[in-house]
DNA sequence: CATGAATGAGCTTTCATTCAT
DNA sequence: GATGAATGAAAGCTCATTCAT
């Protein structure tokens, strides 16, 4: 009887209500949005894309968004900043020694974003810093700061405790920072494009830094380090 | 016969052969666009500012390379190779001890790639690897895989020495690695971005990864490490 | 039922009937329509914001005007007709002489139309009559030659009455619409735009008219004219 | 041979270089400008469809002027306030009577504005004035102000000469200028809209302001004009 | 009747690429 | 070879209008 009866409308018809969509739509759009920009980037994803993967017209995107550059911070909120004050809660009330806590941490990161589209999110910030700093300005405020200032709360418990050396927190903190920027760099930059035969175990890549920056971290050094340079 | 002789034309006249010119044109063009890149990324570098930049018109752009992919392309074959054996011999002959060569290697890097336009290109690949899949392989062939194994065989020789506790090389290279490369990183993406009154010295920052990652190294771990995860 | 009963509609149950709502609905829709075309201008007018400002929804303003367009031509119609008839008997019963009429009539038009709304709509038929020609030409008949018939009366009675010096009357209308249609112009058009420190004051403007045109309409000029043109 | 011999590359190859059209390109862009912002207003006219009467592409166009905003400046400037210093120059060197002069003044408006689709500039910015406060801004600037002064010019010169009665300058600009844009105003909004047998004449409309208003002027005032409003 | 979520045509501006000179 | 004028596809965003509820 429609003369137009799209699919979408179908489904709409099948499922319930409209209102019920209308509920559904940021975080459709929030999802459409996360796979494109990792997978293309942001100034390659056109607008139209996201939101035909979320089965909308273009003009509805911009209904709940409104510019791209807000959907953007949308989906970094959703995906990474919304998530800090629990990630403060558990560090928080964690209860064993601070090589642990350390150990948890990235284990955690990796289990709930390094190794989900989420860590697309830093390497397209990394990508695109340049072209939009108006979102590279709003990623450092959101996401680096307060993230740093996890992992610095991290290093200062395990130091307050006697667990850790003393050591400059600041700085410390790219010990951990690094080893899981440059693991997300790789997922989404190279990974792509190394032969699937090649094996790079995320976990064991893990594990190594953990190890190694846990015993550079022990409050006796093995044998006095000599320094020349 | 031209109209409008323009002062460069006079110029390259004046002082030389236009034949000279004419060798050096691509690169010219090739510098150009290494500089453009690495300063605004691939999109938002304009080919007539590349051309302008080199000293020629649009036009003259496109006779030399078919595309401004194309143009990428001979950007990072041109800048990568060449480096290596240098380095390797360098390794090779170097006399001190395992860690300092460690050391060594690190502040050379940083003086020779990470502290110049040449870390542009690290942070060029990573971002546009996803456009240009072929261009990563090559760059993973020729560039990734050299330098690994150059780090590894100063771990390897540490560890050989007995200077080094025992571990995976493979992975291991991923230690020196991944702050190096989130330097470059930051370098070309994130500090552009942030107010100029955030202090960030690279030179302490290499420093902290260094100590910490030669402690970890050290052969005698200071305590037994509970491990619990 | 509805689970999100909004406050506009229990006011109107509060206050009042709904259905002397439903009655008034047209006429809040065009005066909010009236307010903004002549504020914003027609295409700078939304039709959600006219919808928001008579207290409903944007799709109840389609049901009342099939059409943007429409809803203008309705605001016109609106707002036009109906004091010609009450200026007329004005006319007719003054008892001053025709110089004083004539001030009467033009800062009597300045009260009631010139420093209001309504001379908005004059700009705005100057500005849409383009797009709008049937309406340009129902504002014709409607508004412009009924005006000037009034015009021309006031004039032809201080001619036949000897107080004006003979002239053409058909023409001698646009000695007064021409000045009164120029403010009009200016207060809607270039008043918001001129930076409030310049003054312009309507009254002395309107007053230096007056009094040029009455010297002009003199019966004894000062001195013979020379014309040479 | 040429697989897309278009109309416009044939007549440049007929008619001579490209050189000489590129020279042309400008002019020719602002002749269709004027033409298309005068019939459509400027919002209504798509910066295509200039291109296209100009027989150019869109691109073209924004090779010679960088913005919408610019080509319409640039129309301004080419066909108004472009002949100021001519006018101003024709002002200081006229010879005869202040009342001649003022003849001329509105004479060689008409003749050069008025009459012309220049005239629809005028209607064009009270139309629109609102929606683009920054051309509302320029036009003050760029036309109102130094067309203002050129009259009050001509005012002056008369009283100072003894040949006009004195009065306010400043407002008794409008005397000239209310005139001549009403008369701008109705050419481009109602001319096209009112049945071509209705007859007015532009010529006797000027004619009758330019009379009445000199009348007005005159050192001896007629009678002693009773004022009581 | 009333709503407001959804639509999609429409418009300005950019820029890699072409090609007549 | 070299030039640079010209092209036109592409993309973000707006808003009048529709229609399921």
Redesign the pocket.
Known sequence: M???P?L??LA??AC????R??D??PGELLDAALALFVEKGF?????????KRA?????????????????FKAVVRENISGRFSEWNTELETFEGNSADLLRSCVMSWWERVGSTKASGISKLMMSEAGNFPELAAFYQEEVVQPGNALIRKVLQRGVDAGEFRNLNVEYGVYLLLAPMMFLAMWQHAMKPCVSPTETFDPALYLQTHIDNLLMGLAVRPAAPLPREL
């Open positions: 429609c003369p137009l799209e979408r409308q709409a018809q319930g209500k409209r209102a969509r209308k559904a739509r100034a390659a994803t056109r607008a139209e894309e996201v939101a089965g909308v017209s273009k003009g509805t995107l911009f209904l709940y968004f409104s510019s791209k550059e807000e959907l």
